[in-house]
């Protein structure tokens, strides 16, 4: 079944390559417009719009407060762990 839904996944990869590559949009194929996208002069705004957000997620990430557990907390949670463990779950 897994090499049936494969197939048809690469299939389906194939066929929409082959269409951006020969069916013309507006004079060009959709793989010309994807290579003037590229090289105009939005490609490189594109790359910095993208790395500004990746730095402001990895920065939110990082300041996104830790949980806090105290040592009762945390002995409870060890009994009950503990208590699973030899359960045999």
């Known amino acids: 079944m897994r090499l049936l839904f494969s ?4 299939v389906c990869c194939i066929g929409v390559g082959i269409a ?3 069916i013309n949009l507006g004079g060009k ?12 002069e939005r490609a490189p705004q ?5 790395r500004g957000k990746v730095v402001t997620a990895v920065k939110d990430v990082k300041e996104r407060p830790l949980d806090r557990h105290s040592p009762a907390e945390r002995d ?5 762990i503990a208590n699973r463990q030899n ?3």
């Open 46 to 50: 594109l790359v910095e719009e993208v």
């Open 7 to 10: 197939a048809a996944w690469s």
């Open 76 to 80: 409870a949670l060890e009994k009950l």
């Open 29 to 40: 194929t959709g793989w010309q417009h994807a290579q003037q996208l590229w090289v105009s």
């Open 87 to 89: 359960d045999g779950r």
């Open 20 to 22: 951006a590559a020969t």
